[in-house]
């Protein structure tokens, strides 16, 4: 039996490129990443439930929860910015050319 070779990623960027994404997904992937790891943040340093959380973004505690796991493969961006505000945070973008 032929053995897996492990590969290390360490950015979005090296991880598009180990899957054989395009550069546009590695940046999809560091936005979204990025959204996810605040609302963690907030909602445990604000020691909010999930169904707190919920019912400020007007969303199910199930979608909540989803994000809190990180298991955000049918959560939409939207979604994500949508409750990143209602934990009383907006998000900033950053435009710069691509490499």
Not at 15 to 22: D, E, F, N, S, V
Not at 57 to 75: C, E, F, G, L, Y
């Amino acid at each position: 039996m032929k053995k897996s070779k492990l590969t290390v990623t360490r950015t979005a960027a090296e991880l598009a490129k180990a899957l054989g994404l395009t550069p546009a997904d590695g940046a999809e992937i560091a936005l979204r990443s990025d959204l996810n790891s605040k609302i963690v943040d907030v909602v445990r340093r604000k020691g909010l439930t999930h169904t707190q959380v919920a019912r400020l973004a007007r969303t199910s505690r199930t979608r909540v929860t989803a994000i809190m796991n990180r298991n955000t493969k049918d959560i939409s961006t939207d979604l994500l910015l949508r409750v990143l505000y209602s934990v009383g945070y907006t998000a900033k973008l950053k435009f710069q050319k691509a490499a």
